[in-house]
């Protein structure tokens, strides 16, 4: 046996090294080899490492034990991250109007120009959306690698842009108009008006006028120009050869100056109308016309048509009313236009009920060329001698005839009411409350007569005989 003196060296195990970078968001690791016959570092030693330095958060199970299978010495590797916090995100809004109120003339499809369509008014409808919100967020908080949180900044909101007539939805996301109307940002927010005013005269500088309110203008709508409205029209001027249509009533504080009967334009409204005189017009209404004077114009009135003052008079042209026309004085000695007086029809619901019948003679006819060959097939399917393809042609007649048949019959529901309403015409009168010249023809319903003479304070009226007249009655 032999003895040495040399000392004997004490087994060393790895060391495990832990190291959280800047704000504790990483933690990174070194593996000091062991000496000696030391034991080498084993994935729960590792995690008792990181433990002891305070890390819970973001370990990577998978390189520790990477490291304790196969160690890798001297060498820092990142073994867990933080989380950082996410901010939030502002609201933002979307506008769903124009905002730029340049003028500029609309471009058609072909290319051209249109130089009457300035888009002036931006119309809405209630309930339509006028802005959307999309929501802040809150955003995310985040955590280090020690479990300390990190807070987030949750997005700015931003108000929806609340102006008059408008509403904010029950949700916060969006701006509704309150009604129909014009959309205008004025400032920050945005207005929904139900009335328009024009402060001059409709022409080059406005465009044509097209809004879902009412309108006001005070000054004239000159040659060319359009006014539609789905409300009452009120003009402080005159109407030249100019198209205005109102939804509801309309008011002409001066007169009417048409292009005669054989113009394009139109004056409409589906209310009254009102206006000082009406010259070379072509004017139509669902309520009463009033004036002071109609010249060389034609004039519809699905209730009554009324000239009012001493001097009133209707000369040249045809007048028709649903009820009753009333004027002081109808026709001219020396007019060379004649002069019609019409009652107790109405020209849309005759037309209507024309048109009707023709839609069912020819729907009659198809269905009439259809139905054999739908028989013959029929007949053919019974037997079992049908092929596929005649079996098919067959399906599609068959769907084909019944559209029709429903069809047959909205038809025949809807000439049924044109017929009721025509039962309630024919009759009418005509108050002549002065004079009607000679040459002025009066009709009512399908009774017509051509004046001889002068008529003085006179009422027409039809009777078993025809027409006949009565001493003024209105």
């Not at 399917?381 to 084909?400: C, I, P, W, Y």
């Amino acid at each position: 046996m032999i003895l040495t003196n040399e000392p004997v060296n004490t087994p060393v195990n790895a060391v495990i090294q832990v190291r959280t970078g800047i704000g504790d968001m990483t933690a990174e690791l070194t593996i000091i080899p062991p000496k000696d016959g030391g034991a080498d570092a084993t994935a729960a030693d590792i995690l008792a490492a990181l433990s002891n330095h305070g890390v819970v958060h973001g370990i990577d199970n998978n390189i520790i034990e990477a490291l304790a299978s196969k160690p890798s010495y001297n060498k820092a590797y990142i073994v867990a991250k933080g989380k950082e916090a996410v901010d939030g995100v502002s609201a933002r809004l979307e506008y769903k109007i124009r905002l730029s109120k340049d003028m500029r003339p609309k471009e058609n499809a072909d290319g051209t120009v249109d130089y009457k369509d300035l888009g002036l008014i931006q119309n809405v409808r209630e309930n339509e959306a006028l802005c959307v919100k999309t929501p802040a967020s809150a955003g995310e908080p985040g955590v280090t690698v020690r479990g300390a949180a990190l807070p987030a900044r949750p997005g700015k909101d931003i108000a929806l842009p609340m102006g008059k007539n408008t509403i904010i939805t029950d949700d916060d996301t969006k701006l509704v108009a309150a009604c129909d109307g014009q959309a205008d940002l004025v400032g920050s927010k945005i207005n929904v008006l139900n009335l328009f005013t024009v402060n001059g005269d409709v022409d080059n500088s406005t465009g044509n006028i097209n809004f879902v309110g009412s309108i006001v203008i005070q000054g004239s709508v000159k040659t060319g120009f359009m006014v539609k409205s789905d409300g009452n029209v009120t003009i402080n001027g005159s109407v030249e050869d100019a198209t205005v249509i109102a939804g509801g009533n309309l008011i002409i504080k001066e007169g009417i100056h048409g292009g005669g009967m054989g113009s394009r334009h139109i004056v409409q409204a589906g209310g009254f109308i009102k206006v000082k005189f009406i010259q070379n017009g072509n004017v139509k209404a669902g309520g009463d016309v009033e004036s002071t004077f109609i010249q060389h114009s034609f004039i519809q009135s699905n209730t009554s048509v009324t000239v009012i003052g001493a001097k009133g008079r209707i000369t040249g042209g045809r007048v028709v009313a649903r009820n009753t026309i009333t004027t002081p004085v109808a026709g001219g000695r020396h007019s060379i236009i004649p002069t019609t007086l019409e009652v107790g029809n109405d020209p849309e619901v005759t037309e209507r009920h024309r048109q009707l019948s023709k839609q069912i003679e020819t729907l009659q006819n198809q269905m009439s060329s259809l139905f054999p060959a739908i028989k013959t097939l029929g007949d053919m399917e019974k037997a079992g001698v049908l092929s596929e393809d005649r079996l098919e042609a067959l399906n599609q007649a068959r769907v084909t005839y019944n559209a029709m048949e429903a069809n047959m019959s909205g038809l025949q529901q809807e000439i049924a009411v044109t017929i009721e309403e025509m039962s309630t015409l024919g009759y009418g009168t005509v108050n002549l409350k002065i004079a009607a010249n000679p040459g002025v023809k009066i009709i009512i319903g399908s009774e017509q007569t051509l004046l001889e003479t002068e008529y003085v304070n006179t009422t027409f009226v039809r009777g078993g005989e025809g027409i006949s007249f009565v001493p003024y009655q209105a």
